[in-house]
């Protein structure tokens, strides 16, 4: 069974670093990107980059480029997002989510089941 | 804003269908298969459709999926109170080389 298992929730200050986990199993971790998705309270879904585990090659959306930072530990099936430097602004539910492809179709098909960010002084 | 553009909100009775539509360009649903999601409240976003109109294993067939060139639809028929929830569009762009997603859709089940 496919299973991406995050971090659990944090509560941070303005300015603290942060750094969330995503760790894959029931599949080839290293065979598969992982895709990270922000949703702010009440909102809707952003995409905020994608990490392909394999080679460590990280795309951003403009959005985040230079706000966030994507890595990957591949020896232990694990994905990473992080801050250096939190804002209240970066107050949100994450999610990691398997990036699929397979005869010309793509797919974000397994989800984590997110991890809650509270940033607040 | 989304670039995939979806109507914020749906609604229907029990039993009834409702289609939720979304609509965007040649870079991402012109270009690209399309998928579904479903959001229940407090909850992660669930694969409902994938590759346009494939159903993932556990998914009832009163959800469908249908493409024409740019635009997408979503498809619940047999309305139920457990279907009430958010639905989201979602596509790969091929000049961002990333993820596009709806606004979102709130479905309520009067």
């Known amino acids: 069974e496919v299973q991406l298992v995050q971090s659990g929730a944090e509560v941070k200050k303005p300015g603290e670093s942060l750094k969330i986990s995503c760790k894959g199993s029931g599949y080839s971790f290293p065979n598969n990107w992982i895709g990270w998705v922000r949703q702010m309270p009440g909102k809707g879904l952003e995409w905020m980059g994608i990490?392909?585990?394999?080679?460590?090659?990280?795309r951003y959306s403009p959005s985040f480029q230079g706000q966030v930072t994507i890595s990957v530990d591949k020896s232990i099936s694990t994905a990473y997002l992080q801050w250096s430097s939190l804002e209240a602004s970066d107050t949100a539910m994450y999610y990691c989510a398997r990036h699929a492809r397979s005869s010309g179709s793509r797919t974000l098909d397994h989800w984590g089941q997110g991890a809650l960010v509270t940033v607040s002084s | 804003q989304s670039v995939l553009t979806q109507p914020p909100s749906a609604s229907g009775t029990p039993g009834q269908r409702v289609t939720i539509s979304c609509s965007g360009g040649s870079s991402n649903i012109g270009s690209n298969t399309v998928n579904w999601y479903q959001q229940l409240p407090g909850t992660a976003p669930k694969l409902l459709i994938h590759t346009n109109d494939q159903r993932p294993s556990g998914v009832p067939d009163r959800f469908s999926g249908s493409k024409s060139g740019t635009s997408t639809s979503l498809a619940i028929s047999g309305l139920q109170s457990e279907d009430e929830a958010d639905y989201y569009c979602a596509a790969w762009d091929d000049r961002l080389y990333g993820w596009l997603f709806g606004g979102g859709t709130k479905l309520t089940v009067l």
């Open positions: 990490i392909n585990p394999n080679e460590s090659v990280t």
